[in-house]
């Protein structure tokens, strides 16, 4: 497939295991790109991952489900572990939810949003709002749950470093989980964790097609690219990782963080 300067291309990387603590995820995904190339372009599958990486073309951008990042880091919670304090008793009694997981949450929390109608909106100590502070089940081993990584952005310079290292290549590294929006029904894939380009396309100061000065366009292409790729990751796919070709940015230490917007600037909240 050949790239025009318009076009990108994203495939989901099949084959990738369950993760547990401790693995090695860019072994992992070495592995799993060139099983990908090698069954889609015809490539010669290396003997060994390690031995000579994939031909991943240079700028490629790999966007990561959170999920993973955070089961290879040890963030999970055996609910039977947890002792629930009594707002959370309060709270979950109300709403026939699980107390354990209730307080999980609030103990993940910087600040609580909203608590309504069994819905626990919060403010991470990260600064991101979404629900349950990030705390999930699906996908999660029965009895436990899954946080947030506790850095994005730490976990997306690791993991580039080392693919980058593997497959003497520069690589962009997006780190993205599922949010909800206030105002717009459904859900989609926003980045948490970023490395190796910047989160935004600046438009600002430049002409539009009839000459006027762009004042406020500042595209967040971290969120989109973690949109798209969602396409072909999906929810049970089992595919936890989508190779991202063609799209064109400058390389950049860019982060996560920088898609929140400043409380001084937060109309909302």
Known sequence: MRLTPHSIRIRGLQGIPEIRPGDNLGRIIQTALADCLAREDGAVLPKSASESGPAVPPGSILVVAQKIISKAEG?????????PSAQAIDWASQYHKDERMVEVILRESRRIVR?????????????FICANAGVDASNAPMGTVVLLPEDPDRSARQLRADLE?????????????????????????????????SPFVDYRGKPDYFGRTLQATLLAVADELSGAAELV???????????????QYSSSEGRGLDLIRPPDEDLFR
């Open 115 to 127: 608590m309504d109608r069994g819905i626990l909106i919060a403010e991470t100590h990260h600064g």
């Open 233 to 247: 990751m999906g929810k049970t796919l089992g595919i936890p990782v989508a190779l991202v070709e063609g799209f």
């Open 165 to 197: 290292k593997a497959l003497g290549i520069s690589l962009g590294i997006i780190i993205s989980d599922t949010f909800g929006r206030p105002w717009r029904q459904g859900l989609t894939n926003v980045a948490l964790g970023v490395a190796g380009l």
């Open 75 to 83: 963030r999970i919670v055996q609910l039977d572990s947890v002792k």
